[in-house]
């Protein structure tokens, strides 16, 4: 509201008075460094909006999150978020309100990261919707080419219309400072620097949905041309309009918008609806608006129609509580007629594919979300309630011991009390690593059972069944993209159809021989650990050390009288700051004079954007490349030689540590779950925070800063298992 009303240049009444907005407050008086700069940037390939923090070390080599190409310098605009504004202390008010002056606000940039399901139809296209939404509100000046801003008295006046400075404060003028600084009772001119082309912006988190629309009968998207846009934004104000009714709530506790997208598969630019909740954090009006979208796009088609039959949008329609959508440019007629050439409404059904499906329901549910609801359905009286998993895909690419698919596995266990059975259609194709994770969740209490049901192997694919006696609530899926064991297990990142119903019986199943399958390679020792190497990362080796010699003394004798020199270790997912802590911490234990050679493998980082905590990935590759380098070596001495790879398949299963010893010997350590089995602990959450955005040198000192403050606990009471085996 802020930006929009009280932007510098704006007009402002208050208690009948007129004053004018003539800058912005400073966070902290007369301190130019204080301030703090960001970069809002648009990715011209591919529409993807966000905003960069600390602008001075991230103006250059920026790239989009979403696509990796390279932002240009046209595409970016410096933004200072303010600490308020100001009027000038002695310009005169006056009683004049017959005329205001405003300051046009750029329309919201609208970015979400969450899950996308397909609309019942896949040919009308997908939603996308979530928790993790960003609405970004800027002003960028009467003529949008920003303000130029004196940083130390805050005075602010827009650029001028070729991109110059303003008179008014172009050399050799000098100005009043804003908060009116006097010297020996005499007013002073203020000297403060003079910084141009900023933008003013302020970003929240909330709730957001969108939606991709595309013609079923050419497969088109709703096209980037102006007045396909302005379709979009009317579709936006109308799919808003129809979630208040829906939800008996006011439409103006929601916002609307639309953005420019392109499909990555076919290059085609689209333009995408838009609608989020207001509030900062989010109020859950959109998200709990998915719940029915079928209805919602119905609704929608009514909410075109006027009574009044105006020519665009009136108070009988559209503009009914919000004056703002008087001001936007709307086409409430071509918009009812897109979606009737098209004969949309005759496709907001589920499609053939799922005819064989009795009783089949469109869900608007992701897949972990049916799975609560479905619990929660269930009879609450003592009856054995059972969850069953169908795992799908390539067993190649199945990685049974990713804490993300384990730790879920042995919450629904332990917490929920629930049964938990891994349906399995081929397990004579699994390979050693698939087998020993088998068998250990097997140990868990988890079953491995296989069927010949129709469902586990042709479309549409049975994923979940959750069930009892009585009740079995069935979910089915159009492909297996996401159905696979690992990082992305149940993730919905690309568009998928999901079909649920209540009339499916539980499928007939038998359990898996295991009894040919070894957990462990003869001469191997197994150690199970929970809580034992709980503590501070900066002290992992000694507490790693003290279990070794309890527990595998041969491996100690080695430690003891040998000494590493060359130590490999493969994992897929060596791609956070706080994994390579942890990583750093077991190595620690090899550490020697005589360490020459040390070889990482794993996959290469493709991180969002909203990556903050130590936890999270490396947003840009480069980075972590170079700090894996930067840290192995100031921790063991020697630069490691790193291998990243692009796909799964090209790293074996297992997180390996291989250590070759100065006697010829050679020893391997197999860590079921890897660094992801340990959580970071502080004793203040700012403590796990982490600046992605700064250099990798400035990360490194980061991470030396870390390693001395961090603990390390382990996420779940059920245990971790650690392999080690000597060869000669």
């Known amino acids: ?102 300051i046009r606000v750029e ?90 082309h900023l933008h003013l912006g302020y970003k929240i988190q909330t709730d957001v949905l969108e939606i991709y629309l595309r013609n079923p009968l050419t497969g088109e998207w709703l096209t980037d041309s102006g007045k396909d846009q302005i379709i979009a934004t009317t579709l936006a104000v109308a799919l808003r309009d129809a979630i208040a009714d829906e939800l008996g709530i006011a439409s103006t506790e929601m916002g609307f918008g639309s953005k420019i997208d392109r499909d990555t598969d076919t290059g085609q630019t689209r333009s995408v609806i838009q609608v989020f909740d207001l509030v900062s954090g989010g109020a859950g009006f959109v998200v709990a608006g998915v719940a029915n979208i079928a209805r919602l796009m119905r609704l929608v088609l009514r909410k075109l129609e006027c009574r009044s039959q105006c020519e665009n949008v009136c108070s009988h329609c559209l503009a009914s509580q919000d004056s703002r959508v008087e001001y936007e440019e709307l086409d409430r007629r071509a918009a009812r007629q897109w979606l009737f050439n098209c004969n949309f409404q005759d496709y907001l059904h589920l499609p053939d594919q799922f005819s064989i499906v009795q009783g089949a329901e469109y869900c608007s549910q992701t897949a972990l979300q049916f799975i609560q609801s479905s619990i929660n359905k269930l009879p609450m009286e003592n009856t054995s309630k059972t969850i069953r998993i169908f795992m799908s895909g390539d067993s190649r690419g199945w990685d049974l011991a990713h804490p993300i698919f384990r730790d879920k596995l042995l919450s629904w266990k332990a917490t929920d009390q629930l049964g938990v059975e891994l349906i399995i259609e081929h397990s004579k194709d699994l390979d050693e690593e698939s087998q020993r994770n088998l068998k250990l969740l097997s140990g868990l209490g988890i079953k491995a059972l296989t069927t010949g049901d129709v469902w586990s192997s042709n479309a549409p694919y049975l994923m979940i069944q959750v069930y009892t006696d009585s009740n079995c609530f069935s ?77 595998v003394p041969e491996f100690a004798q080695l430690l003891e009288q040998d000494s590493a ?102 020893s391997r350590i197999l860590l079921d779950q890897g660094m992801g089995y340990w959580q970071p602990r502080a004793m203040y959450r700012d403590e796990l925070e982490f600046d992605f955005s700064a250099s990798a040198t400035a990360q490194t000192e980061e991470m030396a800063n870390k390693f001395k403050a961090i603990n390390m606990v382990n996420s779940g009471s059920w245990p971790t298992y650690m392999s080690f085996t000597s060869e000669v």
């Open 565 to 666: 020199v060359a130590i490999s270790y493969s994992d897929r997912y060596l791609k956070s700051p706080w994994s390579l802590l942890l990583l750093s911490g077991f190595l620690y234990l090899f550490k020697s004079d005589d360490l020459e050679r040390v070889e990482i493998q794993s996959l290469r980082s493709i991180g969002k954007e909203n990556s903050y905590q130590i936890k999270h990935d490396w947003i840009y590759e480069e980075d972590q490349g170079d700090i894996l380098s930067k840290w192995l070596k100031l921790v063991l001495g020697c630069v490691p030689d790193l291998s990243l790879k692009d796909k799964p398949w090209e790293l074996l299963h297992g997180r390996v540590i291989t250590i070759e010893w100065k006697s010829g010997k050679q």
């Open 475 to 551: 979910l089915f899926a159009s492909s297996t993209d996401f159905t696979e064991p690992g990082e992305h297990w149940l993730r919905q990142d690309e568009a998928c159809t999901l079909v649920s119903s209540r009339l499916i019986p539980a499928s007939q199943v038998s359990p898996v021989d295991m009894s040919s399958w070894g957990i462990t390679q003869t001469g191997s020792t197994v150690v199970e650990i929970t809580s034992e190497l709980n503590g501070s990362v900066l002290s992992l080796c000694k507490r790693l050390k003290k279990i070794v010699e309890q527990q």
């Open 1 to 102: 509201i802020a930006i929009r009303e009280y932007a510098p240049g704006s007009q402002i009444v208050i208690d009948g008075r007129v004053y004018r907005s003539a800058g912005v407050q400073l966070y902290t008086a007369f301190q130019q460094g204080a301030q703090k700069f960001d970069i809002a940037w648009r990715c011209k390939n591919c529409g993807t909006t966000g905003v960069a923090e600390n602008a001075y070390s991230n103006s250059n080599d920026l790239k989009c999150h979403e696509c990796r190409t390279e932002i240009p310098a046209s595409q970016k605009k410096e933004i200072l978020r303010p600490a308020g504004f100001t009027s000038d202390f002695y310009e005169p008010t006056s009683n004049d309100i017959s005329s205001q002056k405003y």
């Open 107 to 196: 329309r919201p940039r609208i970015q979400l990261e969450g899950d996308s399901l397909n609309l019942p139809d896949s040919r009308c296209g997908f939603i996308r919707y979530g928790h993790n939404g960003s609405v970004f509100y800027h002003s960028s000046g009467e003529n949008e080419k920003g303000y130029a801003i004196c940083m130390e008295c805050g005075r602010s006046e827009s650029m001028s219309a070729d991109g110059e400075i303003p008179k008014f404060f172009a050399p050799p003028h000098t100005h009043r400072p804003l908060g009116g600084k006097t010297q020996n009772g005499k007013l002073v001119d203020c000297a403060g620097h003079i910084k141009p």
